[in-house]
């Protein structure tokens, strides 16, 4: 049970042609290359409105990890 040879995996992949065939593998390659680069596209924006956001009040944060909030007690019945 050692690697699979080259025969192999043209076997698998004649076999993955047969059934789903050529245009609808070529339209999951086209959608798997929209979804990465529409991910990209999200990360770069959600790093760029990252650094355009304010810092909160210097108030409120006691250490660069730390922001105070208050708390309520819940009554048990």
Do not use: R
Request: no cysteine; glycine share 10%.
């Amino acid at each position: 049970m050692g690697s699979f040879s080259v025969w192999h995996w043209l076997i698998v992949l004649v076999i993955v042609m047969l059934v789903f065939g050529t245009k609808k593998l070529g339209n999951i390659g086209s959608d798997l290359g929209k979804a990465v680069k529409g991910f990209k596209d999200g990360v770069k924006t959600d790093e760029k409105d990252a650094a355009e956001q304010p810092a909160p009040p210097p108030s409120k944060v006691t250490d660069k990890g730390t922001i105070e909030v208050e708390a309520k007690e819940k009554n048990k019945l």
